[in-house]
């Protein structure tokens, strides 16, 4: 595993960014896996401004996110189609035949989960996965306890999610409580993995899961068995490791 540590958002922003630029660049039809959240915006942007100056080039470029909630239509404003459209897809020239993510309102989620990972096999797997972490060391919304072996599934998410998601929403109680998410296992067969984490409320979370033992109670532990990870943090997010 490598560790980057950056001085600040911006400088893990800026890293992240040249990482995926270089894999794109070195494998134009390159399979990314994207996060959502807080964490991989600056990310996004430097990507968006790279693609405008002819520095990286999108058009045969593939990509399934992470998750998406159960019951938001790809238009609800919080939904994470729509998210991925405002940071990323709407300002890079990809095609929109490339981007996948989950569908959170399939007449049955059970067989969507199985489309979407007989997608992502059909696509030649995950060359490179960009992931967040949460505060409870969830990776993709798999929450402490799911199974390693799991694969793409439709997952109750934690109170402590709930309440960290609900500053997307008007309040908590619009959060919805199920979202369909790839699995560890899915995660865990990308060929490349980038996390990402920055900020002071990250460090306990990171250390645990960078050091500690590896173990379902903080999902993320088990990247310490993935053979090509790289772990971009700020100080913040760096300053409980030892
Ligand atoms: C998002 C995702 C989540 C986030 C995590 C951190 O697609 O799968 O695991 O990466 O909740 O979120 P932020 O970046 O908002 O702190």
Redesign the pocket.
């Known amino acids: 595993m490598k560790i980057i540590i950056c001085k600040n958002y911006e400088e893990m922003s800026q890293t992240a960014a040249e990482i995926v630029a270089k894999q794109i660049n070195s494998n134009p039809h390159t399979v990314l896996g994207l996060?959502?959240?807080?964490?991989?915006v600056g990310m996004y942007k430097n990507l968006v401004k790279m693609n405008k100056e002819g520095k990286v080039d999108f058009s045969n470029v593939v990509t399934f996110?992470?998750?998406e909630y159960v019951g938001l239509d790809k238009d609800h404003p919080c939904s994470?189609h729509r998210f991925m459209d405002e940071n990323l897809f709407n300002h890079i020239n990809i095609k929109r035949e490339n981007v996948h993510l989950p569908n959170g309102v399939a007449p049955s989620l059970e067989e969507e989960c199985k489309a979407y990972e007989k997608m992502i096999a059909q696509a030649g797997g995950i060359n490179l996965q960009i992931?967040?972490?949460?505060h409870n060391g969830?990776?993709?919304?798999n929450e402490p306890g799911t199974p390693f072996h799991s694969l793409t599934h439709v997952v109750e998410l934690a109170q402590r999610?709930i309440e960290?998601?609900s500053r997307f929403f008007n309040s908590p109680d619009e959060v919805p409580r199920k979202a369909i998410?790839m699995g560890i296992k899915t995660i865990m067969q990308a060929q490349k993995i980038l996390l990402l984490a920055s900020g002071k409320d990250?460090a306990e979370i990171i250390s645990k899961a960078l050091h500690g033992p590896v173990t379902t109670d903080v999902p993320a532990s088990v990247l310490q068995l993935h053979p090509n990870v790289t772990v971009i943090l700020d100080e913040d997010a760096a300053s409980a490791l030892d």
């Open positions: 996060a959502t959240g807080s964490t991989p996110n992470l998750d994470y992931l967040g972490i949460g969830h990776i993709g919304f999610t960290a998601n998410s990250k």
